[in-house]
């Protein structure tokens, strides 16, 4: 059977979260007086990152609430600093979730494989990203005329790669199973559902 539909994730295979998300947090770490903390930016980062890549795991196994991962992952790096209010890493995380929407940076080759797709299949985005960033994110990336639907794990009430978000999906683009490939840069966020 052919493929007619495609759901495609964001982060990481259009949205460049990794340079994008680097960039912001280079500009907090500056911003922020991290200096104080961290005697340079690649220091912090590879403090930031494990942690944080390990609160998205536990999100996307519904470990953890949002509100739980964006207050976390901004106060671990700096709680052995005496830091540990909860209200002064969500300003954090609201201002780097800001940052990270006025970021274009695509995936090398994006726009030419989107243009390739765009006449043969009806394509869709399938995100676990925050609702207040991903249509700004996709928007301000000029990938909206791409899509003909953002689907968001938020609005399912479920993550990716559990396969009831899959079936959300399906129902809301009116797809089938059998005629939709979902395409991601990871196997266990994206496809193992």
Known sequence: MQYKNLFIDLDDTL??????????LEEIFHEYNYENFYPTFEEYYNVYMPGNHRLWAMYRQGEIRKEEL???????????FGITDPEYAKRLSDDFLDR????TRLIDGTMDLLEYL?????MHILS???????????ENSGLKPFFDKIILSEDAGINKPHPDMFTYALKNTNSRRTQTLMIGDSWDADIVG
């Open 100 to 103: 990270t929407t006025r970021k």
């Open 15 to 24: 949205w460049d979260i990794h340079q994008n998300g680097k960039e912001c």
């Open 70 to 80: 964006i207050v976390e992952r901004f106060l671990a790096p700096v709680r052995q």
């Open 128 to 138: 676990n990203g925050f609702r207040e960033v991903q249509y700004k994110k996709i």
């Open 118 to 122: 765009l006449p043969r299949y009806r």
